[in-house]
């Protein structure tokens, strides 16, 4: 593994010559507590210290809005599979947003293969950044031990006063090293100060959840029939917002688009939600989660059971977006602690 | 930047309606066969998407049995906006076919084995390619009951062949309807009624149940009083699959798709599973 340092009187150069070569993508402030992953040339449009973005990172690996199919009426021979994706480099991803890219891969690269979302995934860059503070309340990441950096990335940035630690993890990041000649060889003291800053982090970054992750789906498993299900349903407007925001939640709804011709037209996937009523509803009008407690308990379940037994990764990150998020207040650390309480009785 | 894909899994094959028949006032029966005499090659219980462009996209269970090759077959409510433009299909015109996709009913399991098949009301459709199957390989398999159920005698989806399977001396067949009109001279009630009448061995039966989501609990606590073990009842769920490849979330039963891991599974796979029955 190589390691180099990169001065904080270079950085604002390394953006520039990056942003010049490539489509370079940073987290942007947007107003109040309010940030968003957008196109920058420059280092200075860049907020570095930021909470979650409104959107997490999965908008570049699957577009809220894509068109996979383009068909023309006499469409046998006319009709094409096509993907749109450009090559990108995030730059400043955090190691939850990391940790969510890692569960969508599993996904879409499970067999059958999401040949979208591939050709996408092999189209970015990622250049995390670390969490050197706990962002805000919201965060659950040390619970769910996300909080360090732990591959799935090219190149990880971490920020020691004046100059940032570099880990190049991939020939995909040593070739962008290599290109912009800015980087210097990490040395001893370097190496010292990580070590410090991750000391102090392990004193920080504490689960206040008071759950070790590993046993949240027994815990799941064993509340199924409380009470705070029917309380979280009855908080719930099903505005879908948790899953919108989730670097995990990936489902999707299927439609045709018609263009004016009446002739040719689009098949298109947007993001959908499990928590619109007519989300699980089969021909005959019977739904199988009607209720608003059983769509958020099959969120929950979602990310902390089902997922678990089936790819064997959690997918909440602890990024803390979904309760950051919500109208109604419903809070997943606080909900996680009462269904602790509750099968502890 | 745009660019074709070569591998993408929605690319649909044309299929060609060669026949349609209208089963109900609501049910049609198209018969499809696809470009160059290709074979759909699929299992009992396997669906297909079907598309209109322009229109939509949805998952419609296969109801022609494997045997028959040339051809398959589907039988299609009039519900939504896609059934309905289907239903406006002629001869000669083409449907766009992708699949068949998911689990099937495991037929090889089954061999040697007694069937016991209950179906209520449209799970007729999804059945009806198992029995067919059945017949055709019918020295495979042990005692085979059918047991079918709808509201009226209306209702009754492919008459004509439930008529050729009453008349077999291979095959047990009882039915009843919900509601009977003057003319109907057979048992009047719910299909759970018939079960405790049906004589079998439960270690080597397998029951295989389809129906309207509400039923699934009634007959399977009937096949649990007869002693079927849970791994020999199978049972074919129905969800609305958006995109048939385990990936847009619609059909979810716990870690499962239905699209994927099912829509046939056996009753010991999901009975703790939340909200799959």
Redo the contacts between chains.
């Keep these: 593994m190589k390691n180099l340092i990169l001065s904080k009187e270079r950085f604002e150069h390394f953006i520039s010559l990056l942003a010049k070569k490539h489509n370079v993508m940073g987290p942007v402030h947007k107003g109040y507590d309010n940030f968003s992953f957008q196109p920058i040339k420059t280092a200075a449009e860049m907020t570095l210290k930021y909470v979650p973005t409104i959107i997490p990172p999965k908008k570049y690996f699957m577009p809220q809005y894509e068109s996979f199919l383009e068909y023309d009426k006499t469409w046998g021979e006319n009709m094409k599979a096509v993907v749109e994706s450009e090559a990108l480099v995030l730059f400043g991803v955090h190691t939850c947003d990391i940790a969510g890219i890692k569960a969508l891969n599993i996904v879409f690269s499970d067999r059958p293969r999401d040949y979208n979302y591939l050709s996408r995934k092999k189209d970015v860059t990622i250049m995390g950044l670390e969490c050197n503070e706990y962002c805000d309340e919201f965060a659950s990441c040390a619970m769910m031990n996300n909080h360090l950096p732990d591959g799935g990335y090219d190149l990880f940035f971490t920020d020691l006063g004046d100059f940032f630690f570099v880990e190049v993890s991939t020939l995909k990041g040593d070739v962008i090293v290599e290109e912009i000649p800015v980087f210097e060889e990490a040395l001893g003291r370097h190496f010292k100060e990580l070590q410090g800053l991750r000391a102090r982090k392990a004193k920080t970054f504490t689960n206040e959840v008071g759950i070790e992750y590993q046993h949240v789906p027994k815990i799941l498993s064993d509340t199924k029939e409380s009470l705070i299900w029917n309380e979280l349903g009855d908080k719930c407007l099903a505005c879908g917002n948790c899953t919108n925001v989730c670097p995990t939640c990936y489902c999707f709804n299927i439609w045709d688009e018609v263009n004016l011709d009446l002739k040719t037209g689009k098949r298109v996937r947007m993001w959908d939600s499990c928590q619109n009523e007519g989300y699980a509803k089969v021909a005959g009008g019977e739904s199988f989660r009607e209720e608003r407690s059983a769509r958020q308990k099959h969120r929950f379940f979602k990310k902390f059971k089902y997922m678990v037994d089936r790819y064997a990764r959690f997918f909440c990150t602890g990024c803390g977006r979904c309760s950051r998020t919500c109208m109604a207040q419903i809070n997943l650390k606080e909900t996680l602690k009462k269904l602790k309480e509750e099968y502890a009785r | 930047?745009?660019?074709?894909?070569?591998?993408?899994?929605?690319?649909?094959v044309?299929g060609k309606v060669l026949r349609t028949r209208q089963l109900t006032e609501l049910e049609k029966l198209f018969e499809i066969a696809l470009p160059e005499g290709q074979s759909l090659d699929h299992e009992p219980g396997q669906f297909v998407q079907v598309s209109i462009?322009?229109?939509?996209?949805?998952p419609i269970s296969i109801c022609s049995s494997p045997t028959k090759r040339d051809s398959f077959e589907l039988a299609i409510?009039k519900?939504?906006r896609l059934?309905r433009a289907l239903h406006e299909l002629e001869p000669g015109d083409?449907v766009?076919i992708r699949g068949p996709y998911g689990k099937g009913f495991p037929v090889t399991l089954m061999e040697g084995n007694d069937i016991m098949i209950v179906g209520g009301g449209i799970g007729i459709v999804p059945l009806r390619s198992l029995i067919n199957y059945i017949i055709d390989n019918r020295r495979d398999f042990g005692k085979v009951d059918i047991l079918l159920g709808c509201k009226t005698p209306k209702d009754m989806l492919f008459g004509d062949e439930v008529e050729t399977w009453q008349k077999r001396v291979d095959v047990n067949f009882s039915c009843t309807v919900d509601r009977a009109d003057p003319d109907w001279k057979g048992n009047i009630g719910l299909i759970t009624s018939l079960i405790p009448g049906v004589n079998l061995d439960p270690n080597r039966t397998f029951a295989a149940v389809v129906g309207?989501?509400?039923m699934y609990k009634y007959v399977i606590q009937e096949l649990r009083k007869k002693q079927i073990p849970d791994r020999q009842i199978l049972v074919s769920l129905?969800?609305?699959m958006?995109?048939g490849?385990?990936?847009?979330?619609?059909c979810?039963?716990?870690?499962f798709y239905c699209c994927?891991d099912g829509p046939v599974f056996s009753f010991d796979q999901i009975k703790d599973l939340?909200?799959a029955i």
Excluded: N, W
């Design positions: 930047m745009k660019i074709q894909l070569k591998d993408s899994l929605y690319t649909l044309r462009f322009g229109v939509g996209e949805a409510r519900v939504g059934t083409e766009g309207p989501p509400v129905e969800r609305h958006k995109c490849l385990g990936k847009c979330g619609h979810q039963i716990e870690h994927q939340e909200g």
